[in-house]
């Protein structure tokens, strides 16, 4: 990449896309562009909001693999034998784990309850007592924060660890991620205080210690680019298999559509043509992968409400500038 490139691309970044703090570009497992933005630096963790979803479907993956889940049909409430189900609720009994991978499990709300959410002492049971209803299975229904907490309460019941500990065994120490450890709030003032501050550690977790599933996780953009390069690889990370193979395939395939976007297991499917997809978070937050050009690029964001879309900057500026690059 020339230096005209570098600069048109930075002055873009700066111009267009100013909460960007890191972007790295990736082709065929070698780094062609690492620069951060906004005082960031390469140890800089940020909170990656939904890209989190797409970190729970990986420790689901890998659950299923270690016979810790049998299969995505099992019925959620089998996971929660001691959950009560209201009376006259019977749209929560069929729900299964392919159905929330999917965004396909219908909930009892029109926007999301987060102040009842937050201020109750299980974010699991809280996001229990929301599913169902009268809507029907099968309809894309996306739950930005409560719903995907009922992951993390399943791998918790199957794994007997707790999410960070499983991820830190299974996935996070084998490419080189340190997660450093539980954020617990303990008001909404704490809550809205950390997503303003600038250097945020560790992983959300509720008043039981456990890990949120779809936001809460610090990442640094390297560790958001080893994620999208393990997938690239097939699950395969310095020649050891962490992620099944087949799991990532079914991951990114289409198995639900918001409107004209595409939706596998918690992934966003971009383009069926070049075998593009994304783990996708709020602020720009994203992980993108161009299985056909061999390339990942990682985008780490400040929370920006309604930021620009991180795809286009890609597609139109970075890709581009990369995609004739001999590694």
Not at 82 to 99: A, M, P, S
Not at 265 to 284: F, M, R, T
Not at 290 to 309: E, H, I, R, W, Y
């Amino acid at each position: 990449m020339n230096q005209r490139k570098k600069l048109c691309l930075e002055k873009i970044v700066n111009s267009s896309y100013n909460n960007t703090a890191g972007i790295i570009v990736l082709k065929d497992g070698k780094t062609l562009y690492e620069n951060y933005f906004n005082g960031y630096t390469a140890a800089s963790t940020l909170h990656v909001f939904s890209v989190t979803k797409s970190i729970i479907s990986i420790l689901i993956g890998i659950a299923i693999d270690k016979g810790y889940i049998k299969s995505i049909d099992q019925k959620v409430l089998n996971f929660f034998p001691d959950y009560e189900v209201k009376r006259g609720e019977k749209t929560i009994q069929n729900v299964t784990l392919k159905d929330m991978l999917t965004m396909t499990a219908p909930y009892k709300y029109e926007s999301e309850p987060y102040t009842e959410y937050f201020t109750s002492h299980n974010w699991v049971n809280s996001a229990l007592d929301l599913l169902g209803g009268k809507g029907k299975i099968g309809e894309f229904k996306y739950t930005p924060v409560i719903g995907p907490d009922i992951f993390s309460g399943i791998l918790v019941k199957t794994t007997g660890q707790s999410v960070l500990d499983f991820a830190t065994e299974n996935l996070f120490s084998p490419l080189g991620i340190n997660v450093c450890g539980n954020v617990v709030f303990h008001n909404k003032e704490e809550q809205l205080a950390w997503y303003e501050e600038k250097n945020v550690k560790g992983w959300v977790a509720d008043p039981q210690g456990v890990n949120t599933a779809g936001w809460g996780l610090t990442l640094t953009p390297m560790d958001m680019a080893k994620i999208g390069q393990l997938y690239l690889n097939k699950g395969i990370w310095n020649g050891k298999q962490i992620v099944p193979t087949w799991w990532i395939e079914e991951s990114i395939k289409e198995h639900s559509k918001w409107g004209k976007l595409s939706y596998g297991y918690l992934w966003w499917i971009i383009d069926h043509k070049e075998h593009i997809y994304a783990a996708l978070g709020d602020g720009g937050n994203t992980i993108y992968v161009n299985t056909k050009k061999k390339m990942v690029v990682s985008v780490a964001s400040l929370f920006m409400p309604q930021a620009k879309d991180r795809i286009k900057l890609i597609k139109e500026y970075i890709e581009p500038m990369f995609e004739d690059c001999v590694v």
